[in-house]
């Protein structure tokens, strides 16, 4: 038969647990209780979500080409350095025919400072040349010296003048435009609005479809910054030597803008 002190100290640790466990009863009875009590914002807000689109003409346009010269082409030996000599004379003809595209540009009005001439890029351009019976044969490297060009179009009715001053000055790659806005600020503000305002909509449609009065709004959540997509062009300095007219259809540029928004019901 156990002892007193034995049975005792066999109890000790049960009552613990079972003080324990009334303990957390009854405090979760009074936080479930202090949750639903009225008046508690959580219970008294209606929230909505409101998503916007935007379209925009785009009033400019950025337009990228390329100028490039090459030196005469040589068996590779591994050393893979160019003619000094070859190099400089690419160089000048480079200089000079970059030069001679800024003046025309400039002739056709486009101010100077919308006119970027981008740094001397050199690197040399492997050629892999046909062998007989399909094997592959001598291989030949020369170097290429790249000059980008870019230039800021504010007004686009003139793009087609300006592509022809391109072309007639023998750029090697016309890389694309692309179609802008020149004040993005007011365009994505503009967005921003228009979501805010379809947040306002929608929430008196469903105050009214519920029969319950809006408050003053508690919240404001920006969920997408309104994000921006500027049009892309691309074309081939090929492409324009056509003799017919050519045709840019700029587009419209698309913002979205969305928010979150959460009224206080009134009583």
């Known amino acids: 038969m156990p002892s007193r002190h034995a049975l005792a100290s066999r109890l000790q640790p049960r009552s613990l647990f079972v003080a324990l466990l009334l303990g957390g009863l009854l405090g979760a009875a009074g936080t479930s209780q202090a949750q639903s009590l009225p008046g508690t914002p ?4 209606l929230q909505v979500q409101a998503r916007s689109e935007l379209s925009v003409a785009p009033d400019m346009a950025t337009l ?6 090459r030196t005469p082409s040589v068996a590779r030996d591994g ?11 690419a160089r000048d003809r480079l200089e000079s025919r970059t030069g001679e595209l800024i003046r025309r540009l400039e002739s056709q009005g486009i101010d100077s400072a919308a006119i ?4 001397l890029i050199v690197r040399p351009d492997y050629i892999q040349q046909p062998g007989d019976n399909g094997e592959p ?8 010296l790249e000059r980008p060009i870019s230039l800021r179009i504010d007004d686009l009715a003139r793009l087609p003048a300006i592509l022809d001053a391109l072309t007639q000055a023998g750029v090697d ?30 929430a008196r449609l469903m105050a009214k479809a519920l029969d319950i009065g809006l ?7 920006e969920t997408g910054a309104p994000r921006y997509s500027p049009q892309m ?7 324009m030597e056509s003799k017919a007219a050519p045709e840019y259809r700029p587009g419209e540029i698309t913002l979205d803008a969305s928010v979150s928004v959460a009224w206080e019901i009134e009583p």
């Open 233 to 239: 062009m691309s074309m081939r300095s090929d492409a």
């Open 79 to 89: 050393s893979e350095r160019a003619d000094p000599g070859a190099l400089a004379k």
């Open 173 to 202: 790659a016309l890389d694309g435009v692309t179609y802008d806005l020149k004040d993005r600020d007011a365009a994505t503000d503009k967005a921003l609005s228009q979501a805010l305002d379809k947040a306002r909509r929608k």
């Open 215 to 221: 408050g003053q709004v508690i919240q404001i959540e």
């Open 64 to 69: 990228e080409a390329r100028l490039w010269e």
């Open 42 to 45: 959580s219970e008294h807000r």
């Open 137 to 144: 044969g001598q291989a030949l490297v020369r170097t290429q």
């Open 116 to 119: 970027s001439a981008g740094s």
